[in-house]
């Protein structure tokens, strides 16, 4: 199996920008597609983008489209999420999740493998 660890959180005003890594630890981490979802107060956990196995192939929620930008580094066995222009509705907790085949899905329950998740707060 693999261990996941969000980091780079924090409070941004409205307009600014964050960038979020994934670490990964255990199993080979290109075996793994990866995903980011978040879970705002209140509300249900959603798809935010996600990434296959060797990076190549990207995917956006229509939210965060020309926003939010994904990749991965295997031989860092880390991921990233690089969130510009940020809105108040993009505050939520953010989970960086595995799934143990080659492609993404945009569904929470084909991701075997989820980190604690990191808090991004935007300020208007």
């Known amino acids: 199996q693999v261990q996941l660890v969000e980091s780079g959180g924090g409070l941004v005003q409205a307009g600014g920008s964050l960038r979020l890594s994934c670490a990964a630890s255990?199993?080979?981490?290109?075996?793994?597609?990866m995903g980011w979802f978040r879970q705002a107060s209140g509300k249900e956990r959603e798809f935010v983008t996600g990434i296959d196995w060797s990076g190549g192939t990207t995917y956006y929620a229509d939210p965060v489209k020309g926003r939010f930008s994904i990749s991965r580094d295997n031989a860092k066995n880390t991921m990233f999420l690089q969130m510009a222009s940020l809105k108040p509705e993009d505050t939520a907790v953010y989970y960086c999740?595995?799934?143990?085949?080659?492609?993404?899905?945009?569904?929470?329950?084909?991701?075997?493998?989820w980190g604690p998740g990191t808090q991004v707060t935007v300020s208007s």
């Open positions: 999740a595995a799934r143990e085949y080659p492609s993404y899905t945009t569904s929470a329950r084909d991701y075997q493998y």
């Open positions: 255990g199993r080979t981490f290109s075996n793994y597609a």
